[in-house]
């Protein structure tokens, strides 16, 4: 065998905008060294602290490399090893039961999300299956939904906004509700660039004083939620002041008129400012800052849009680029996500036409409601998982855990690692990790489209997400034609739209990676034209009317907020958020002993006289509590929150942590406003001292609130 290295480029595959390119050099078959790609134009050979050691998650002796088959109770995670034919026939068997079943095929569920961004490997074979299957449909609405519909209802089909490479021209950027610095720190770089060269001012707008909020020239921190009241606020200063671009609003917004009465007579500074904790003078030199200081640049995230009314606030912050025109100016405007810009062939990818009509689709959310047989439809009888950790990330977290421990219920879980969803599983399957099969990727970061080559072989018998979704095809008899191999798939997937001509699998093979079919130059509204049903920003719009929503922007205050939910707030005052943890990517890496040593303990952030109020001090440990259940951490008093706020950040494992349940044993499994979206935020909570040992779950009101 030959000893000369081999050099191939791979893609990060996790949930993270930044989809970078990574350089693995393979020797004999293995992979011995892996880090940036400096050739690529957007993440320029740098990679997080998480990817950097990619190498130990491949080569972990703890991935689970066998089938196998549960032998001890559900939620002990005790198992022995099978044949991949004892595994594919046993799964194929169980699902041929239930769909012949009087419940039939819909009494089945897939549940996944993005533990892979690949277009194969996340959704192509995958869906195929299911809808061939009959299988209920699932609502993947767990991240951001929400803010993507709302952003839609003003800004059109597709989420396009700035170029994320055209911000080094700013002068004026805004991370709203982004902890930019850790779940985007290539755009990071692009904001400081702009503070070099432009002398750039950098705002984050974010309750908690996160790293990207250290790091801002400024740092303006509304209560929890109210975001777009804090939007309003600024629209009516803007108006007020004779500061709005009115040229750009009589050319491309709809609505503008209805949209200045609204904010000039419900939402003063003084009303803005009581609603959301910001004082006047601060929304005031806001508002003159954006408008005047262009170009003007806000990077919206998904933080904000995890409250009731998520969907609304980024509506309503979104149509701040039109009433001042920053949309004119290469990297003005805003940006949510750059994925709406890739004209994939989805539909031909997933084939949604093969789902039998009338299938009952199931919010992610509400996984709890629905092992528990309390949606409409039959019974969830067997549960597919697959790129989730439904154990640890769902809401309503005693809830799943009770639908997971139903004897009934069959699940099968595809894993690279024994998660605490996997403990709950009757059959196990070992998944391939991104070197270790062919994907090809878009961005919700750049712009650019990636293709993953298989590099090293897949360890152990584990198999990908397509590969098995072949084999149990090939199981139940279903035609194989629609279960072809994945360069067919890429190149259907690549047949799209005008933003992907000239991008092929030829050219992808050869350069890791091509921009999309846009302009080097990217402003998309310059001229006023939007992908709306009115060819404008919608201001006012009549699809939101039609659905039932309010067609204007508008303040939703949170289901659980002090100010509109009192009763509710004296028993649990504390407003808890759940951010990421800059160790951990949801969970993913929060079973590895590198990252959990950096990571330390589960934390939760208080203000200081709200500790002191507890007989709570710095480093004590607590117990963080409402009527849904209880999870422990360490109190920090970092300063970082204002008082009547908590931050928790995460996501833990629950087997890893003490208490053996983490911050969503407490977060509901009530939806936003519109998009279906979690709620994760909307969490009021108490806090007391705690004993040192993990003890029985507490009490309130003789409803057991922990689970252990």
Known sequence: MSHESILRKNVCPLDCPDTCSMLVTIRQGVAVELKGDPDHPFTRGALCGKMARYLDRVYSDDRLMQPRKRIGRKGEGRFETISWDEALATIAERFRAVADSPDGPQAILPYSYYGT?????????????????????????????????????????????????????????????SNTVNTNAHLWSLMIEARKRNGATIVTVDPYRSPTAERSDWHIQPRPGTDAALALGLMHVVWRDG????????????????????????????RTAAITGVVVETITKFARRLA???PSFIRLNYGMQRHHGGGMAVRTIACLPALIGSWRHPGGGAMLSTSGAYDFDLARLTRPDLAPAGTRTVNMNQLGEALAGELPG????????????????????????????????????????????VDYADVVLPATSQLEHVDVHGSYGHHEVMYNPRSIEPRGECRSNNDVFRALAARLGFEADLFPDDETLIREALDGGPTLRGVTLERLKEAGSVRLNLPDSYAPFAAGVFPTPSGKCEFYSERMARDGLDPLPTY???????????????????????????????????NSPRHRSRAGEPTVEMDADDARSRHVADGDRVEVFNARGSFRARASLSGAVRPGVAVATGIYWNKLSPGLSNVNSTTSSALTDMGGGATFFDNLVEIRAAAETTGEPSKVDGAAIGSK
């Open 243 to 270: 500061l709005a671009d009115e040229d750009y609003l009589a050319r491309a917004t709809i609505g503008a008129d209805r949209l200045r009465k609204r904010v000039l007579d419900d939402y003063p500074p003084e």
């Open 378 to 421: 039959p019974p969830i009888r067997a549960l597919y998982v697959y790129n989730c950790n439904p154990a640890a990330v769902a809401p309503n977290q005693a809830k799943v855990l009770e639908g997971l421990r139903r004897e009934d219920l069959f699940t099968v879980v595809h894993e690279l690692f024994a998660t605490d969803t």
């Open 117 to 177: 961004m690949g277009k194969l490997q996340a959704s192509s074979l995958d869906r195929r299956f299911f809808h061939r299957l009959g299988a209920s449909l699932l609502d993947r609405t767990i991240c951001a939904s929400a803010g993507t519909v709302g952003y839609e209802y003003t800004m059109g089909r597709g989420r396009l906004g700035a170029d994320p490479l055209a911000v080094p021209g700013c002068k004026f950027v805004v991370n709203w509700g």
């Open 556 to 590: 939703i205050p949170p289901l659980e907020d002090p100010q509109s939910r009192p009763d509710l707030a004296a028993r649990f005052p504390i407003q808890l958020l759940s951010p990421p943890r800059p160790q951990f990517l949801n969970s993913t890496f929060a």
């Open 292 to 294: 005047t200081e262009q």
